[in-house]
């Protein structure tokens, strides 16, 4: 497997890998990364659909891309997606993954159509004192003494970051900042969690650092990401004859371990309640989704909390990953991250309106009509005086196909779950859907003595705890994560967010499909390249840009330097003067 860029490579047809049609595969999971794999299969390796086997302990596909309609609670989505026009993999793969709403068009197609004409950014990113609008301005309001503790992070080794936390890089009047705010909820960063992973964010997406405050960054799909990315992807396996294997339980993979070789040789499983096995050879290829962000999640309902679930259980990502890697230590160390989910939770909610008694106070904040099919609040929009750290957002609607005419989903979260309400006096942990709702309602404005009544009957909200969902977020060190394909591996390969890539960042779709690629290039050795990560960390442009952007647009030459650093400065200029690297510093406001 080797890395390219540009187009050459990116519009060719691999040729059909050696031996192909003697392989079979067996994929663990079903969420993004899982079936990415898949895709690459047969797409690219060439390889029958028929001898491609999906093993899913749910009874449906996704993983944590979920989106669905309960017939008891109602609709739910644990969480969100956020694309970038920058996910190099992403877009590969769904160029060839055919829209299931529009024939003849594929999913990039349809996506980057909607993106152009509807395109994303927010009219309040945040509130305070129950709906008034923050007035952030855009602003990250950081002295330069602030930014340079970032930009010092941004420069620090890799290997001085192990097993650090962002707070030991980070004064109060960083973590106290509209940067901070902006950035732990977006991406769901706590101040405990890793610096390293902090960093890797800082230069993955250097580029949009300006789009920070207002989301310009981002874009979304049409529907809820089950329906938009999961459901398209199934129907195209589906297509090619992939079998798919629900009520499955993984409890175990045996390998055969020798001196630089590594064999999967038994896959334990767990099938409709009855113990069983599936021996392998060598031509038998093994795709791991190990560990689990959406692991141990549990719903509640308009009137039932959701439970906080903090037991590895059996036939689940991380016990199954426990005992792959008791086997070496090469498959990693999932303690690093599955430890205490005290510091890896946050729930969320999905709250359908009834009625339109909500939406004026929702109008009022995000500046837009709901009803109206086209971005909505266009992206988070974060009560930053919120006690549990609440955010809330609303995509274009409707987020389901099915959904009736004239309803409304608000996706909720909060980072502190164990934190007691403005509003209702409990954790978030501790409530039903309809306080959460209140709670919500209290942060928008709505007067207090009408909150029960909205919550009750203008509202249907449906609480969700995920203990292990920003794990992969935990202080950690080279060697936690198994590499995709471990040194020595014959016949398998890991996937997902607990995968160690050489050079992408978590927490993305992106990086889901680019461990499904990159294992399925390797295992079936296919000549082609996998496509570089956007390299906007080497781009002096994009550099200079976030460097304005995180001093909210003030140039360096406006810099409090001491005596020394004016005198450098001052020569600095000159030695520029009339050069094109002047006319660079000038175009891109840092002179």
Request: hydrophobic share 35%; with cysteine; glycine share 8%.
């Amino acid at each position: 497997m080797y890395y390219t860029s540009g187009n050459y490579e990116a519009f060719a047809r691999p040729k059909k890998p050696a031996g192909v049609d003697q392989k079979s595969a067996y994929i663990i999971g079903s969420g993004l990364g899982a079936l990415a794999a898949a895709c690459f299969l047969v797409r690219d390796g060439q390889m029958k659909g028929s001898h491609v086997h999906i093993l899913e302990k749910d009874p449906i596909p996704g993983g944590a891309c979920d989106g669905y309609q309960y017939s008891d609670i109602g609709y739910v989505m644990r969480g969100g997606r956020e694309m970038d026009n920058h996910f190099e993999c992403m877009w590969d793969l769904f160029r060839s993954i055919p829209s299931i709403e529009t024939e003849g068009v594929s999913v990039l197609d349809e996506y980057y159509w909607l993106n152009k004409a509807d395109p994303n950014y927010s009219l309040c990113r945040a509130t305070e004192n129950r709906g008034q609008d923050a007035h952030t301005d855009k602003k990250f309001g950081l002295s330069d003494k602030g930014a340079m503790e970032i930009m010092k992070l941004f420069f620090t080794p890799d290997e001085e970051l192990y097993n650090k936390r962002i707070d030991e890089y980070f004064d109060e009047e960083v973590l106290n900042s509209n940067f901070w705010m902006y950035w732990r909820t977006m991406f769901a960063f706590e101040n405990w969690h890793s610096a390293l992973e902090m960093k890797l964010y800082i230069k993955r997406f250097i580029h949009h650092v300006g789009g920070l405050p207002d989301f310009t960054a981002l874009r979304f799909t049409k529907y809820n990401q089950y329906e938009s990315m999961i459901l398209p992807m199934v129907k195209y396996l589906e297509s090619f004859g992939v079998v798919f294997h629900y009520n499955t339980k993984v409890i175990n993979v045996e390998f055969e371990i020798e001196a630089g070789r590594k064999l999967a040789k038994k896959i334990d499983i767990i099938r409709d309640g009855e113990a069983d096995a599936i021996d392998l050879t060598e031509n038998d290829l093994v795709f791991i989704t190990n560990g689990g962000c959406v692991e141990n999640s549990s719903y509640g309902s308009q009137n039932k909390p959701a439970e906080f679930k903090t037991e590895i259980r059996e036939g689940g990502g991380w016990d199954m990953w426990r005992k792959i890697a008791a086997q070496d230590p090469s498959f990693g160390h999932p303690d690093k991250f599955c430890y205490d989910p005290e510091q890896s939770n946050w729930m969320s909610a999905t709250v359908t309106t009834l009625d339109e008694k909500i939406l004026p106070y929702i109008k009022k904040i995000c500046k837009r009509d709901p009803l109206s099919g086209k971005v909505v609040t266009g992206g988070i929009v974060t009560a930053r005086d919120s006690e549990w750290l609440l955010s809330w957002t609303i995509n274009r609607q409707p987020q389901f196909r099915n959904q009736p005419k004239g309803q409304v989903l608000v996706w909720v979260y909060g980072l502190f779950s164990n934190k007691p309400g403005d509003y209702v006096k409990k954790t978030m942990r501790e409530c039903t859907g309809k306080e959460i709702c209140e709670e919500w309602l209290y942060h928008i404005g709505v007067p207090e003595e009408e909150i029960p009544e909205l919550a009750e009957h203008s509202a249907n909200t449906v609480p969700v705890m995920m203990p292990y969902i920003t794990a992969f977020f935990m202080p950690r060190e080279k060697g936690d994560r198994p590499d995709v394909v471990p040194e020595g591996a014959v016949n398998f390969a890991f996937l997902g967010q607990f995968a160690e890539t050489a050079r992408d960042t978590i927490f993305t779709t992106e990086y889901s499909i680019r461990t499904g690629m990159e294992a399925v290039y390797t295992l079936l050795n296919i000549d082609r390249g996998v496509p570089e990560v956007w390299g906007s960390v080497y781009d002096v442009r994009d550099l200079l840009n976030a460097t304005v952007a995180i001093r909210d647009g003030r140039k360096i030459t406006d810099m409090k330097l001491g005596l020394k650093e004016k005198i450098a400065m001052k020569e600095l200029l000159k030695a520029v003067e009339g050069t094109d690297v002047e006319k660079l510093l000038r175009e891109h406001g840092a002179i």
